[in-house]
């Protein structure tokens, strides 16, 4: 199985703030990474699909890089609504993997 | 629009069959080249994707639960289901659909249906 580690755990950042949170595949896994959203109660959402590529009415402040094995969600000037737990998820193989997630506070 | 609803008990005892439902609308499940993912989580836990079917009928679950887990379809009534025998403490959580689509990501989600495996 691919392991998917996230980093930080948590992060707690001002509103205007630029958040980064990372991902690292235990082995390459081509483009086929995503990003998760998950506000306090409520489902997963998807925000961006393909390492880079915003899901359809995600604002544009977020964005997502990276290839081979090392990935970045970055949320450029940090929002209140942002509050919430950030999952990056492989689909390179079977079975399907998430990072432990990443918690965002906001100062 | 695609919408996904799950539903199932709320409360199962240890030993017994967990049995969920999937209820598609706005897009066939017999549409190609999407598959039918099952999630959960945990209380305060992370996500966990425990496995998916095809159209076709292939269908996935993880090693940790193969046993015990069947993914299901009754195309007829756009359904998808999910069966867990021998259930424990271990399996309470909220479980999730999914579809799988463009690039194999998750993008349409249900709101989830949480479970608690209690006597």
């Known amino acids: 199985d691919i392991q998917m580690t996230q980093s930080p755990s948590s992060l707690s950042a001002s509103v205007g703030d630029r958040v980064t949170i990372t991902c690292r595949a235990s082995?390459?896994?081509?483009?086929?990474l995503h990003w998760y959203q998950q506000k306090p109660g409520e489902a997963p959402k998807l925000l961006i699909y393909?390492?880079?590529s915003l899901a359809r009415g995600v604002p544009s402040r977020f964005s997502g890089g990276g290839s081979g094995t090392d990935f970045a969600l970055t949320i450029n000037s940090l929002q209140p609504e942002d509050l919430a737990t950030y999952f990056c998820?492989?689909?390179?193989?079977?079975?399907?993997?998430f990072g432990q997630g990443t918690k965002v506070e906001i100062k | 629009q695609v919408q996904l609803q799950e539903s199932g008990p709320g409360l199962v005892k240890p030993s017994q069959t967990l049995s969920l439902i999937c209820a598609v609308s706005?897009?066939?499940?017999?549409?190609?080249?999407?598959?039918w993912n099952w999630i959960r989580q945990s209380p305060g836990k992370g996500l966990e994707w425990i496995g998916y079917i095809f159209y076709s009928g292939r269908a996935y679950s993880i090693p940790s639960l193969k046993s015990r887990l069947t993914i299901s379809l009754d195309t007829s009534k756009n359904l998808v289901f999910l069966n867990l025998t021998s259930v424990t403490a271990a399996d309470t959580a909220t479980y999730y659909c999914?579809?799988?689509?463009?690039?194999?990501?998750?993008?349409?989600w249900g709101p989830g249906t949480t479970v608690i495996v209690s006597s």
């Open positions: 999914a579809r799988e689509g463009g690039y194999s990501s998750l993008n349409v």
């Open positions: 706005g897009a066939s499940i017999t549409r190609d080249g999407f598959s």
């Open positions: 082995q390459g896994i081509d483009g086929y």
């Open positions: 393909a390492a880079s």
């Open positions: 998820q492989q689909s390179s193989s079977t079975p399907r993997t």
